[in-house]
Each structure stands twice: as structure tokens, then as C-alpha cells.
């Protein structure tokens, strides 16, 4: 027996042949502990404003806007606000620009104008001049026209009793508004329309400018200058 085992060892180292041991089994490591994700603490932060009040911030932050905003606050307007169907955008910004901007495109939210023409017919000695001292406004005040849109102090009463209540009571102070002076500049354009069932661009300015069906002298001067700035305003925007 021990002359077997030294010719086995002397064959194997002859012809290189070696037993091998089986390689251990790998150890199996233990997972890594999971760590909770660290969660940042945000400040908690305040409402922000609606894309529309955005854009009339940002319009008025200077003290002066332009029709192309005018166009473009207008058409968020009318998209958010049902009672403003009928009412147009590009409209509206040349219309800012003929009643505010001096047929500019840089018009003015703090502009007014006197009309002693509509108080005259519209405002002395009728029932609007004591509804006007009612609500705390003079016969003067009720005839002059506010803001973007130039539009009558008492002519906004009347918009707001016909259901164009977005942006309050109507006063001089409001309507010189940026928000304001285009609600009810649309509101008028809108009033117009659901009156008088027509949609026609010029009836619908002439209308604005000098009472609805208001076709003279007056109204087609406005009108011409209206089409003029529109015109300058379609490639602007």
C-alpha cells in the first residue's frame, strides 16, 4: 500500500495532474439598510395670481400699456368670462388705441375726458344726475368717460345693472383701472351686440362711439381712425 500511494504521487507530478478542492461556496453579504430619502421642507407660499391677473400686473407695473396688451388681456377675457360673448379682441386694442393712446399704441389707463354734450342730453335734470348724487357722483363726473376704453362714468353704471359686475361698482377711480377699463370696454362691445343682434364690425364701433345705431358725421370720422389703427395693431400682434 504505501508503494501504491508514492507511485501515485510520482504519476502525478509526472504528467501535471493535481486534485483540486472545490472553491468555497461565495458568502452572501447582508443587503445595505435602506436610508429614508431626505424630504427638503418648502416654505410654505402665499396664492399665486391667475394667469390673467399675471398679465395685468405685468402690463400695468409701468404706468403705461400697449394696445398689444390690451389685445391680449382681452382675449383671456372674453375666454374666462361668459357675459363677454360677442365682444373681440383685436377690437378692443384698436379701440384702446383711438379712444386713449392719441391713435398711438401706447394708451392710457388714468385718461379722462369731459363731454359736456352727454351731460347736456343724457345727464342734467334727468333722473341719472340724482342717481349719480345717490351713489356720491356729481352730474360732471356721471359725463366724463375713464380709463383704456374711455368709457362714460354713467354708461358703466348702467353695463354693471345689466349683469357686467366682474370688477365692481363702477367709479372713476375703477374704471381707471387696468383690469377694469378693459371689462367694461368689452362689456360695452358686448352690451352692443346682445341689444342690437348685429355683429358688424363698423355698426359695432359706431354704436361705441356715439350710441347704438349712431351713424353720422362723428362716428365715421372715429370709425375711419379706428380702421387706421387697427390696422397698424394686426402687425403688432
Not at 42 to 62: G, Y
Not at 222 to 230: A, E, I, M, S, V
Amino acid at each position: 500500500m504505501p508503494v501504491l500511494r508514492t507511485l501515485n504521487a510520482l504519476l502525478n507530478g509526472l504528467f501535471g495532474v493535481r486534485q483540486t478542492r472545490a472553491a468555497p461556496a461565495a458568502k452572501t453579504l447582508p443587503a445595505p439598510r435602506a436610508v429614508p430619502p431626505v424630504v427638503p421642507v418648502t416654505p410654505a407660499l402665499s396664492p399665486q395670481p391667475t394667469t390673467l391677473e399675471k398679465m395685468v400686473q405685468n402690463a400695468a407695473r409701468d404706468g403705461r400699456i400697449s394696445a398689444v396688451e390690451v389685445t391680449e388681456i382681452s382675449n383671456r377675457m372674453i375666454q374666462q368670462f361668459s357675459e363677454l360673448k360677442g365682444a373681440n379682441g383685436l377690437m378692443a386694442g384698436a379701440m384702446a388705441m383711438t379712444e386713449s393712446g392719441g391713435n398711438t399704441v401706447w394708451v392710457d389707463p388714468n385718461a379722462t375726458r369731459f363731454e359736456p354734450g352727454f351731460m347736456r342730453r343724457y345727464i342734467e335734470g334727468k333722473a341719472a344726475e340724482a342717481y349719480g348724487r345717490l351713489r356720491g357722483f356729481s352730474a360732471k363726473q356721471l359725463a366724463t368717460s375713464y380709463g383704456i376704453g374711455q368709457v362714460m362714468l354713467q354708461s358703466a353704471i348702467e353695463l354693471y345693472n345689466r349683469g357686467y359686475k366682474r370688477f365692481g361698482y363702477p367709479s372713476p377711480y375703477n374704471l381707471q383701472k387696468v383690469d377694469a377699463g378693459i371689462y367694461f370696454l368689452l362689456a360695452a362691445q358686448a352690451d352692443i351686440v346682445k341689444r342690437s343682434g348685429r355683429t358688424n364690425e363698423s355698426f359695432v364701433v359706431m354704436s361705441y362711439n356715439g350710441g347704438i345705431g349712431a351713424n353720422n358725421t362723428q362716428t365715421q370720422n372715429h370709425l375711419r381712425k379706428y380702421l387706421d389703427n387697427k390696422e397698424t395693431l394686426k402687425g403688432l400682434v
